[in-house]
């Protein structure tokens, strides 16, 4: 007797491996999937203008970066003692409109490059409800604790958001003709506006983002969202909030991740990788003990046999927290 129905999903004819340079951008469920990938020792760059959650914001956003656009001081507001810009997350905020300018163009200016490099792209679809602000007509992607009578509450349409994003995507192959994009909808729910908004707008992100697999050869779709919602199924797989997914269901889809996107031997060096790492966010409670300084030099020779074998693994973060224990006298 079945008591769940089960998603079978095809795996990538294409795979992803450490030598790839990986790219991701959208809802704080994509955060989740880039930290696994890090913890991996994969090479990730993951949401360099913070959380954004729909698809016109993050298909304006990724165009900055391909352009290299400059903010401008006067492209900013206060809000609550803070000079925020519309087009980007609170993180970027400055209580100086100069200074907040300064941050956006620096994270503009490096990650350029970065998406340029990058052999992998995905997009992580949050709400198809979006914002207009009266002020200029354009649809935000923040509004930043504005006075909500500034703003518009509109749903995206099917149209637009395949229109803008195809553009978009011819214009990353013309720069990068190799790199894939992957499509997911956020399994997190949006559920301030209600259920009923939540599903009508989660519909569409997943008709949207299947018609532009079906028009662009180089883009596919992961299942996030239906291994959530229809696989695992259960309020027990979500947090206190019943709105983010819980440790254990982000381990079930980040499992599937792998089975869809990594062949046998990727697979097997993330695991090798994915244990030093976690080793690292280990804290003694005495970092001076012989012990401890025992296990620290265990995990360098661990990452240097790895570096060896497989160069490609990116296990600097954790190699910089052992050494750094090591060279304390």
Known sequence: MEFRTRLDFPPSYEKVSHKDRIFLVGSCFSQHIGARLHQAGFTVCDNPFGTVYQPLAIEKQIRMLMQQYTVREEDFIES???F??????????ASDAKSAADKINGVLHTYQPILHKSNWIFITLGTA????????GNIVANCHKLPAGEFTRKYISIEEITSQMGSLFEELAAVQ?????????????????????????KARLIEAAHSLTEIYPRVSYFPAYEWMTDDLRDYRFYQD????????AIAYIWEHFQNTFMDRQTRQLSDEATAVFRASLHRPL????????????????KIHQLKTTHPEVNLTEAEHHFLSHLSID
């Open 80 to 82: 609550q003692g803070n």
């Open 84 to 93: 925020v810009h519309p087009d980007f997350h609170s993180s970027l905020s």
């Open 129 to 136: 409800l979006a914002y207009v602000w009266h002020k200029t």
């Open 177 to 201: 003709p190799s790199a894939r994009i992957v499509l997911t909808v956020s399994p997190v729910r949006h559920t301030k506006e209600g259920i009923c908004a939540n599903a009508r707008s």
């Open 241 to 248: 909030d019943m709105i983010h997914p819980s440790d254990m």
């Open 286 to 301: 005495h970092s001076e003990n012989k012990n401890f300084r025992e296990f620290c030099q265990l995990q360098i020779r």
